[in-house]
């Protein structure tokens, strides 16, 4: 499965942004769909995780609360809305697939990536 996350953006704290992740191929509802970020000078961290059917997800302390994962397998797309944004949400933020039924909060876990898309959030 190929992926391809789009929609980061330059927004104030406080704001919000909808970043989605559009797969290819016919198989997307087979894998669980992972958003992981790196911050400048940081490693790579799990955001959230939502399962194949789309009937769970996971969520990093961090954004619980303020961010919402969501798919819609007619579109092969998955959602991440983000509210409340804070300038230490700034990143490169990447989609990933990973078989796991229920995913993983381990990025080692996830066999296809995304390139990134930049997120910057101003104070």
């Known amino acids: 499965v190929q992926l391809q996350a789009s929609g980061g953006g330059l927004v104030q704290t406080g704001g919000s942004l909808r970043l989605s992740c559009a797969a290819s191929?016919?198989?997307?509802?087979?894998?669980?769909i992972g958003w992981f970020r790196r911050a400048p000078g940081k490693e790579r961290e799990f955001v959230a995780c939502?399962?194949?059917?789309?009937?769970?997800?996971l969520y990093a302390d961090s954004v619980k609360g303020r961010f919402t994962i969501s798919r819609d397998n007619a579109k092969n797309t998955v959602y991440l809305q983000m509210n409340r944004l804070k300038p230490e949400d700034t990143a490169v933020y990447y989609c990933?697939?990973?078989?796991?039924?229920?995913?993983?909060?381990?990025?080692?876990?996830?066999?296809?990536w995304g390139q990134g898309t930049q997120v910057t959030v101003s104070s």
């Open positions: 191929g016919r198989t997307f509802n087979s894998y669980a």
């Open positions: 990933a697939a990973s078989t796991i039924w229920f995913g993983s909060r381990n990025l080692s876990e996830y066999e296809y």
């Open positions: 939502i399962i194949r059917g789309g009937g769970g997800a």
